[in-house]
């Protein structure tokens, strides 16, 4: 079993008061968000400001997770216009917390609406949202940070899973497309991959991710969950595939 397989945890929002009460010391009301891998509720506090806690499925690799934390602490210093949320330390200055077995962390709640959310974006907020994650991966490229070894699933560079999983698709016409581009990667990008320039990057930059503000600019990004150290270029080729995928003229 692996993360992506593993079932999500089911802490209830009573639990998670408790949790907040323990480490965090402090009220808030909560609620559930929508997640993948992992459980996240939104958090309103006493106080007025909102919160996001996060809580990792078991699988998770803690290395991904401290290397989530160090990136958006690095983002907050190098460009502060790049908005994204803030981990939030627990009494004991801890941003990382380990309750009952669970990998526990509070960030701030961006507000704004997602781009997903926008009929027809124009071309404009296109190259506003392209800027944005342009400015997102100059910050990277000064993000000193060990590049993790691993076999990651949505790293696109992983040609090999792909390979693996082709039998998948049931429609042996799908199964053709896919093995075509396959074909054209294996044969046109390893024999150059080492020319091509890596860092570190968002990967899951998409209109699901970005919010925009009620003047429709930029309000920040979430979710690092899905980072890698891969090809530059892939984090455009992510955003792109999002805001095409369910056009009716793609291409356009």
């Known amino acids: 079993m692996n993360v992506i397989s593993a079932q999500p945890p089911q802490l209830s929002n009573s639990e998670v ?3 907040l009460q323990k480490f965090y010391d402090f009220e808030a009301s909560v609620s559930s968000l929508d997640s993948e891998r992992d459980q996240n509720f939104h958090l309103k ?15 998770e690799d803690i290395k991904l997770i401290k290397l989530q934390s160090a990136a ?24 990382i917390n380990h309750v009952d077995g669970n990998i526990v ?27 944005f994650l342009g400015k997102l991966d100059i910050a990277f490229k000064e993000f000193d940070y060990p590049i993790l ?21 049931e429609d042996p016409a799908d199964q053709a497309i896919v093995a075509h581009f396959i074909s054209n990667y294996e044969l046109n990008i390893n024999p150059i991959e080492k020319h091509l320039r890596r860092q570190y990057i968002h990967n899951d930059g ?32 992510v955003a792109i595939s999002y805001l095409i995928l369910e056009d009716e003229n793609p291409r356009e």
């Not at 998409?206 to 930029?218: A, C, E, M, T």
């Open 105 to 131: 962390r509070v960030q701030s709640f961006l507000k704004g609406q997602f781009i997903k959310d926008v009929v027809n974006p124009s071309p404009q907020l296109l190259k506003i949202f392209g800027e």
């Open 45 to 59: 506090g006493d106080d007025g400001n909102e919160y996001v806690l996060k809580i990792s499925n078991s699988q």
């Open 72 to 95: 958006l602490k690095h983002i907050h210093v190098f460009n502060q216009s790049l908005i994204v949320p803030a981990p939030i330390k627990s009494i004991k200055g801890k941003i």
């Open 17 to 19: 008061r408790d949790i």
């Open 206 to 237: 998409n209109d699901h991710n970005v919010l925009l503000n009620n003047k429709g600019h930029i309000a920040g990004i979430i979710d690092f969950g899905d980072m890698a150290h891969t090809f530059l270029a892939c984090e455009l080729a």
């Open 149 to 169: 070894k691993r076999d990651w699933v949505w790293d696109i560079r992983n040609i090999a899973f792909l390979k693996k999983h082709l039998s998948y698709l």
